[in-house]
């Protein structure tokens, strides 16, 4: 059983005057933040505002890079390239970084968001050109992965530091991926439902597919997203339920 968990949010989504999500409310609660670098949401601004907040609370600054799709909120599947992927991703680390550093604080960690993770979780050769750039960037970070997926497999192979991350509000399939988000059921709205959901699969060291079938996974961190209106009571509810339950959240 996971005696030690981080808690993760994908955040600094918003858009100039256009916000999304209550960050400053779920920076009290989880332990690390994958901030948006600007292609599929986020600004200049946007990511300094953020990050500043993480750093001022102690939670981890995380990139979270994905295509460059505004419109489409990075959830569209575009078709690029491994140099255009690349050069996608390293892109927006380093802007992470150099934003990072300017409010005093350093990116420990990155995640790929939307179609360009679920897509990596998929296709282990799109994964290891993602991951590649990464570890071009920064050897040392930590890279949250799909745990039991192609991109946990992409980087064992690339030998670099990964964290296996679950989501405690999204419904998985029998290959360990996320069921898409246009199907009924997929995206898990009721903390008292998801909460012990996710509390069973850190017991049993398994991610819970929607048909039941137990993925054996070694998990990390455990994703929350932001942009739900139930996403700071599921926070609260699921801190309450594994600190009752004698697990401790700790940043990555």
Not at 221 to 245: F, G, Q, W
């Amino acid at each position: 059983m996971v005696t030690t968990v981080d808690l993760n949010s994908d955040m600094g989504e918003g858009f100039g005057p256009w916000t999304m999500g209550d960050d400053a409310a779920l920076l009290d609660v989880i332990t690390s933040a994958n901030i948006a670098c600007g292609f599929h949401a986020g600004d200049p601004d946007v990511m300094a505002r953020t990050m500043r907040m993480a750093q001022s609370k102690g939670v981890g600054i995380g990139a979270h890079p994905g295509f460059d799709d505004l419109r489409g909120f990075g959830r569209r599947r575009l078709p690029r390239t491994h140099e255009e992927l690349t050069n996608l991703v390293a892109y927006q680390l380093g802007a992470a970084q150099a934003m990072a550093r300017a409010v005093g604080g350093r990116v420990r960690h990155l995640k790929l968001h939307g179609a360009l993770a679920n897509m990596c979780s998929e296709d282990l050769n799109m994964a290891k050109a993602c991951y590649g750039a990464v570890l071009a960037v920064d050897p040392d970070i930590v890279v949250m992965v799909l745990a039991a997926t192609a991109q946990q497999q992409a980087m064992e192979e690339l030998g670099g530091t990964w964290a296996g991350e679950i989501f405690a509000d999204r419904a998985y399939n029998d290959d360990a991926t996320l069921v898409d988000r246009s199907l009924p059921g997929a995206v898990l709205h009721d903390a008292e439902t998801a909460a012990p959901r996710i509390l069973n699969m850190l017991r049993e060291d398994a991610i819970i597919a929607e048909s039941g079938k137990r993925i054996p996974a070694k998990i990390d961190t455990i994703c929350l997203h932001s942009d739900t209106p139930e996403a700071v009571k599921m926070a609260r509810e699921l801190r309450r339920l594994l600190t009752e339950a004698g697990i401790t959240l700790q940043k990555l």
